[in-house]
């Protein structure tokens, strides 16, 4: 199963009324705070680290954080959300140079000029059971950065070409000279953020950044036996890739509906199904339902309540062998809330062959009770 996400305003530390310099200043505290240069080999505020980043990007965007706090985690399945469980620091840091500006961990940032590999994404498709039993193609639905259409990804309005940045000469970065001259510092250029070109003349459409967000659909091979929380990676249909790097992935995270009658335990499926009391003793022949369509049960006589019957071959199949697993049947043994007067006699009846000591009838609980004091005072 997927872990469960914590809410983003309290990762951030944030009131819910929070603004977008709250925000973006909340971001870049715990993000120097949970730092890997400053936390080497720890897996703990590594996680930390992209979960705020995670966080931010939702906040930091007015249509995600609309979203989100309409419908919570669930309202961003499709809306182009990254992953960044699976994203390293570098990408992180140039997603937000705006956050780190000014050359702050410098020394890990890649050049923009360098071809670099395009962001993953996540999306969310539903599943019934019977759709797992069988296995499927399905369309899949979801949104992503894509490379602009107006200027074709190159940032600049059409018939205007990039400039050469001034300040670093068309090298994206510069040199700072260190503490008493002893060496030099080299970091991004803060001009052109390492590109070693500046846009004259943004496009109209994306403001220069190349990028869109853009509506995808495409079919996706669902394997027969899949699970809850499980992702189907495709692999190229993430964001692009910048200097011509490759495009990311595509995880797509299986959440199954829930059944009106069975549940699922591995590759097994379970049903609770109510049988009388006669059933129960003197045994008899059930229908319970499965994904096969309704299934015939002998129920042995002398059966207890909770015992748990099997049908072979009526569960999910594994999602490596694809052998199936069973149906389990928990039969609950139901006591009649009331009985005819031909009932009752015929239940007392049995009740003496038990040699069981069974109240009349007539005898209420306070007329019991009344007895049951007067032989206390006898005694006494």
């Known amino acids: 199963m997927a872990a469960t996400k914590r809410d983003y305003y309290e990762v951030l530390g944030l009131e819910r009324s929070a603004g977008p310099a709250d925000i973006k200043r909340a971001y870049r505290r715990l993000a120097i705070k949970f730092h890997p240069d400053k936390n080497p080999d720890d897996k703990q505020a590594e996680q930390k680290f992209k979960e705020c980043a995670e966080a931010y990007e939702v906040l930091s965007d007015p249509e995600k954080r609309r979203q989100y706090d309409r419908y919570g985690h669930e309202g961003l399945r499709g809306v182009g959300v990254h992953d960044f469980s699976h994203m390293g620091f570098d990408d992180i840091f140039s997603m937000f140079d705006d956050i780190f500006a000014g050359g702050m961990f410098g020394g890990r940032r890649r050049s923009r000029r360098a071809a670099s590999r395009g962001y993953d ?128 992935d595509l995880y797509c995270y299986v959440k199954i509906q829930p059944h009106p009658f069975l549940l699922r335990n591995d590759d097994d499926l379970v049903v609770r199904v109510p049988i009388g009391f006669s059933q129960a003793a003197l045994g008899a022949t059930i229908e319970v339902p499965s994904l096969s369509g309704r299934q015939t049960l002998e129920i042995p006589a002398g059966t207890q309540h909770g015992t748990v019957l099997q049908i072979k071959n009526e569960g999910l199949p594994d999602l490596r062998s694809g052998r199936r697993g069973a149906l389990l049947v928990q039969v609950l043994v139901e006591i009649p809330k009331k009985l005819s007067k031909e009932q009752k006699r015929l239940l007392r009846e049995f009740a003496q062959t038990e040699d069981k000591t069974v109240l009349p009838e007539s005898k209420g609980f306070f007329e019991r009770l009344k007895e049951h004091f007067a032989g206390q005072n006898e005694k006494d």
């Open 121 to 248: 994404i996540e999306t969310q498709i539903e599943l019934t059971l019977q759709e797992v039993l069988q296995g499927l193609e399905k369309g899949i639905s979801f949104k992503r950065r894509d490379y602009c259409d107006h200027c074709s990804g190159r940032g600049t309005e059409p018939g205007h070409e990039e400039k050469t940045c001034p300040q670093c000469g068309g090298q994206g970065q510069v040199a700072q000279a260190g503490m008493g001259g002893l060496f030099r510092l080299v970091t991004a250029c803060p001009q052109c953020q390492g590109r070693g070109k500046i846009i004259t003349h943004p496009c109209k459409q994306c403001q220069g950044t190349g990028r869109m967000v853009k509506t995808r659909t495409l079919s996706i091979k669902i394997p027969a036996g899949i699970r809850d929380g499980q992702a189907i990676r495709l692999e190229g249909e993430g964001e692009p890739g910048s200097g011509g790097g490759p495009r990311g």
